[in-house]
């Protein structure tokens, strides 16, 4: 859909943060820079990921430098607003990626990196917030092309049949993601152990980061229950409305959400963002819970197979929120292609096993699975659509020969602003740049 931009680098080469190299300016678009350190980075970033690069893989890395500077350049001239909130909630959700994979381990982090997270942020927050202005501006670029159904067709014409592709066989399907629910009793006996754990810090003087570590039951423990800065609209909404009633250094009384109960210390807020820590402890299921939640899901199925209950309506009322398919009326989204479609590839294997003897239309029995945070959880599939491997035609695959359509327009649109925009930029090269890589030219031959 997009020109490619580079990404911050968050996952350097081990090494790569304490290496010093010899820096200078190799180009300027308008009024950025690109740095030779630049270009040596994401050179050591793809060659630590791929060996075999192109001779002029450097070549390439600069010409596409030199697109992302002449976006940030022009964003920052159409006066694009990128608020710091918005770039901390980025910084945030990197480092917390980078630090999931340590399993939250804040002292592995400053070994690997030889820097402490805040360290880490401030060196990030300039490169950071200049790649979102060149985000934003690709968007605005291409915010508004569309394509009618006839230019579709005429798209579609356009293809010679010998090039149209082969699609493989494929399904789309829905789902209703179901919790059990955990009894009442163990609701209150977790309760009541959050509220001991409160006392001891309030009343008591106790660390809040050191409960969190001894008592806490999610990935932030290890951080002492911090969770970094978040944005009001990101957590869910129990959690939201307890942080934005406390004051900085207070601590709530006992919050149920979906992910179990909390106990929640803001430490800092600005406007609509917060700094908190929290300590989660969620109740454990029995075995009557899960039969509960089976018969409950036969209710349901029952509801939906009888017509009395629409499958949407049902994931509406049931389904879990935390999922894509809920704000997409139970349809799947595959992660991979982004749309409803999945090969056989694509499939969970316990998705795939269920589906495959399955009609258009029917409904699984509960399948269980478990959640990136080790929650089991129920899944009913319905089958929505099965196809035989194809070449594609309009009255199969419409929506995805309308989604080439537009992004071949989207591509035209940025190839037709960079024109433009480039008779009107200042950009300058060094020279031993251009002999080396002679398809850089076209970058300043306005003024040769």
Known sequence: MFR??????LFPVAGMAQEKVLDQVIAQVGGEYILQSEISEYYKAQKNQNATLPDNAQCLILNDLLFQKMLTNQAKIDSVKISDDQVENQLN??????????NNDVKQFEQYYGKSVAEMKEDLRTDLKNQMYAEEMQRKIVQDIKVTPAEVKEYFSSIPTDSLPYYNAE????????????????RQKVI??????????VEDGQSFEDMAKKF???GSANAGGDLGWSKRGVM?????????????????????????FHLIQLIERRGNSFHARH?????????EDNQVALRELDSITTQIKDGTLTFADAVQKYSSKNFPSFSNGGRAINQKTENNFFEISDLE??????????KVGSMSTPIKFKDPYGESYYKVIRLDSRTDPHKANLQSDFSRIKDSAVALRRQQAIQDWEDRTLQKTFVKIQPEWIQTCPDLSKWVAKDQ
């Open 4 to 9: 490619t931009l580079f990404i911050i680098l």
């Open 192 to 201: 009541d152990k959050l509220e001991s754990i409160r006392a001891r810090i």
């Open 279 to 287: 300590i989660l402890i969620r109740p454990k299921l029995s075995d």
């Open 93 to 102: 959700a990197r480092i917390d990626r980078v630090l999931s994979f340590m």
């Open 216 to 218: 806490s039951e999610d």
């Open 236 to 260: 869910v909404p129990e959690f939201e409305a307890a942080v934005f009633n406390l004051e900085a250094g207070q601590v709530s009384p006992v919050v149920e959400s979906e992910f179990g």
């Open 171 to 186: 399904v789309e399907y829905s789902e209703i993601n179901f919790y059990p629910k955990p009894s009442k009793i163990e």
């Open 349 to 358: 294997p316990d998705v795939y096993f269920a589906i495959d003897t399955m």
